[in-house]
């Protein structure tokens, strides 16, 4: 017994396809949730930071004091201090609320609290926006 297509069956599944590629791709390029790597410090700030109201989105780079113990293979003492976690010397924060100072002095004591670090240790600069361009 042979089945036949049927115009609605026919007209059915290009739909159902084309609403399968638009739910993907909505769902992956969904602007309003910004993804953060929650899983290293830097993510954990970053995502925090975002939510303050007026910091909008934010990328946080940390500066490691270049005087830790490097790995060598000759010493044991150096591989097991290898292992420590390195200190933040120094903090760079871009945000696109940065260019209002108010929110820039809000950020600069929230980090300078959070992370035990002195105020002069910290960077903040505005983001550049894409109509900025020239």
Do not use: C
Not at 77 to 88: G, I, P, R
């Amino acid at each position: 017994m042979e089945k036949k297509w049927t115009k609605q069956k026919l007209i059915f599944i290009p739909i159902a396809v084309l609403a399968f590629i638009a739910y993907i791709s909505v769902t992956l390029n969904d602007p309003v949730k910004e993804q953060y790597d929650t899983s290293s410090e830097e993510g954990r700030l970053e995502h925090t930071l975002s939510q303050i109201q007026g910091v909008g989105q934010v990328k946080v780079y940390f500066h490691y004091d270049g005087s830790q113990a490097t790995k060598s293979k000759d010493s044991l003492l150096d591989f097991s201090t290898s292992n420590e976690k390195q200190a933040v010397s120094g903090l760079l924060v871009v945000s696109e609320g940065a260019s209002d100072p108010a929110i820039q002095k809000k950020l600069l004591e929230t980090i300078s609290r959070v992370m035990q670090m002195p105020t002069h240790r910290i960077m903040i600069v505005p983001m550049e926006n894409k109509g900025d361009e020239q």
